[in-house]
T-cell receptor, first 111, second 111 residues
C-alpha cells in the first residue's frame, strides 16, 4: 500500500538539533523529499534524496535513508526559532507519477 | 526564474457552484501536479499532468477535473461544490530532476 507516516509534534530548544522521522510503505519509491510549510504558505522544498543513497547533507540539514527499514529522517542542526513550521516527508512512486505525503510534523522551537 | 503562480489566491463560493483554479508552472517545467490540503486529511493527490496529458489521478470524485494547456499552464475545476471541498488547493511544477516546487495555493471556502 501507499502510506507515509510521521509523528505529529516535536518540540526542541533553540540551538539544539531536531530530528524528524518518517516511515513509508512503498518500496518502489525513487525519490524521497522533505518540505517545509509555514502558516498560510505553500510547501517549500528543503531537500531530497534519491532512493539509492544513504545520506545527504545540505548545510544544516542531514537526511538519512534506511531503505531496508523504509525509514527516512531529517536532522536540523542548530535549530532556530525561524525553523518552527510543519515538515512534510514525501515519496515519489516509481512509474506511478504520484507523490505521497505524510501528515506533517509540527516543529516547535523554544527560545 | 519566477516561481509557480496560482490564481486566485482566495475564493469564496456557495454550495452547488463550480470553480476554476489556475496554475502557471515555473518556466521550462512541463509537468504539473495538484493537491488538496485540509486539516483533517492532510495533503491529498488530485492529478498530475505532463505535456497536456493526465498521467495519474487521485481518489477524488468526478466533480474534480483538470487540464493542461500547450504552454504548460494548468487549470482544475470543481463542479457542484460541497462544504467539504473547502481547502487549500496547491499546484506544483516538476523539474527534469524530479523535484517538485509548490505555488502559494488557492484557499477555497465553500459556504
Amino acid at each position: 500500500g501507499e502510506d507515509v507516516e510521521q509523528s505529529l509534534f516535536l518540540s526542541v530548544r533553540e540551538g539544539d538539533s531536531s530530528v524528524i522521522n518518517c516511515t513509508y510503505t512503498d518500496s518502489s519509491s525513487t525519490y524521497l523529499y522533505w518540505y517545509k510549510q509555514e502558516p498560510g504558505a505553500g510547501l517549500q522544498l528543503l531537500t531530497y534524496i534519491f532512493s539509492n543513497m544513504d545520506m545527504k547533507q545540505d548545510q544544516r540539514l542531514t537526511v538519512l535513508l534506511n531503505k531496508k527499514d523504509k525509514h527516512l529522517s531529517l536532522r536540523i542542526a542548530d535549530t532556530q526559532t525561524g525553523d518552527s513550521a510543519i515538515y512534510f516527508c514525501a515519496e515519489r512512486l516509481t512509474g506511478g507519477f504520484k507523490t505521497i505525503f505524510g501528515a506533517g510534523t509540527r516543529l516547535f522551537v523554544k527560545a | 526564474k519566477a516561481g509557480v503562480t496560482q490564481t486566485p489566491r482566495y475564493l469564496i463560493k456557495t454550495r452547488g457552484q463550480q470553480v476554476t483554479l489556475s496554475c502557471s508552472p515555473i518556466s521550462g517545467h512541463r509537468s504539473v501536479s495538484w493537491y488538496q490540503q485540509t486539516p483533517g486529511q492532510g495533503l491529498q493527490f488530485l492529478f498530475e499532468y505532463f505535456s497536456e496529458t493526465q498521467r495519474n489521478k487521485g481518489n477524488f470524485p468526478g466533480r474534480f477535473s483538470g487540464r493542461q494547456f500547450s504552454n504548460s499552464r494548468s487549470e482544475m475545476n470543481v463542479s457542484t461544490l460541497e462544504l467539504g471541498d473547502s481547502a487549500l488547493y496547491l499546484c506544483a511544477s516538476w523539474s527534469q530532476i524530479e523535484t517538485q516546487y509548490f505555488g502559494p495555493g488557492t484557499r477555497l471556502l465553500v459556504l
